[in-house]
């Protein structure tokens, strides 16, 4: 460029967005799946390491599912401790398994299937029974009460976010969010996208020792900007109540879902 001549400024490259925890902003949707597959599979080898196996709980959502796949066929997880792994589910609709928007089903269909993970350690939520949430924290408190160590929480949580920041089955002004003694939890009512749900509680999730947002795509650009500079409260941002007591919360973030203001269509 020669002496005088101007140029536009740009702001093409994102910078990552002042949300609570610590944030991983990568280069694209993939690279961003990359860094939590390999964030998840260290605190696996760690915790099999420190406490004998590893408690993970694992959202639905379109988001996660291309990692569920990465997990079982890239080379790079191919010594994730499956086998000392204990599956949970984040929540669940209210329907059967073989329903199509179980996600029980997807994550069974994508890991359990696929990996040498012990039937006794892939743990269902029967959502569409009527004591589904107690049944559901009955065996998340023995299970976790069985541990030699590390007991009385889960290692990683990996939830997601929709538009409207709901995350887990806590959806913004609904009766879910109010509890505050007690594990799972179902959730019905006006805000509650349906089916009905079942979900774990702010109490467990806050409990773990680390938790992954997986966030991305342009839509969901406007609400993390909100979260990152906006005074909402939880009830109103259902994930601005992920505040892990004594654990790290992480963002997973790409250039679209970071990047604000969205630009105008091309
Ligand atoms: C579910 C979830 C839910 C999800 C968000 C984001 O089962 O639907 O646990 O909280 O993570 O709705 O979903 P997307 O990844 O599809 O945007």
């Known amino acids: 460029m020669s002496e005088g001549e101007t140029y536009e400024l740009t702001d093409h490259i994102p910078t990552a967005p002042n949300l609570p925890g610590h944030v991983v902003l990568s280069g694209d949707g993939d690279a961003a799946l990359d860094a939590l597959g390999l964030d998840m599979l260290l605190q696996a080898k760690k915790c099999v390491h420190e406490f004998g196996d590893f408690h993970l709980a694992l959202s639905g959502g379109n988001t996660p599912m291309p990692l569920y796949r990465r997990l079982m066929y890239d080379p790079s997880f191919r010594d994730f ?7 949970w589910i984040v929540d669940e609709r209210c329907v059967p398994f073989d329903h199509e928007k179980s996600n029980f089903r997807q994550i069974h269909e994508l890991i359990v299937e696929h990996s040498d993970i012990p039937p006794a350690n892939v743990h269902a939520i029967y959502a569409y029974e009527p004591d589904a949430d107690a049944r559901y ?4 408190r023995e299970t976790l009460a069985r541990r030699a160590n ?6 990683f949580v990996l939830l997601g976010m929709g538009d409207e920041g709901h995350t887990a089955s806590l959806f913004p002004h609904s009766e879910a969010q109010l509890v505050t003694d007690r594990w799972a939890s179902f959730n019905r009512g006006p805000t509650v996208v349906p089916p009905d749900r ?3 509680t702010y109490p467990l999730l806050n409990g773990a020792r680390f938790v992954a947002a997986l966030v991305l795509g342009k839509n969901k650009a ?8 906006g005074t909402d409260p939880s009830s109103e941002i259902p994930i601005k109540g992920i505040v892990p007591v004594d654990g790290q919360l992480r ?3 790409d250039p679209l879902s970071a990047r604000w203001p969205v630009p105008a269509e091309a």
Do not use: C, K, N
């Not at 924290?137 to 998340?140: A, F, H, I, Q, W």
């Not at 406007?222 to 500079?229: E, F, V, W």
């Open 198 to 200: 079942v979900t774990m």
């Open 251 to 253: 963002w997973y973030l």
């Open 81 to 87: 401790p499956w086998s000392h792994t204990h599956l």
């Open 137 to 140: 924290e009955t065996d998340l």
């Open 150 to 155: 590390g007991q009385h929480r889960l290692d």
């Open 222 to 229: 406007q609400m993390l900007h909100r979260i990152a500079t």
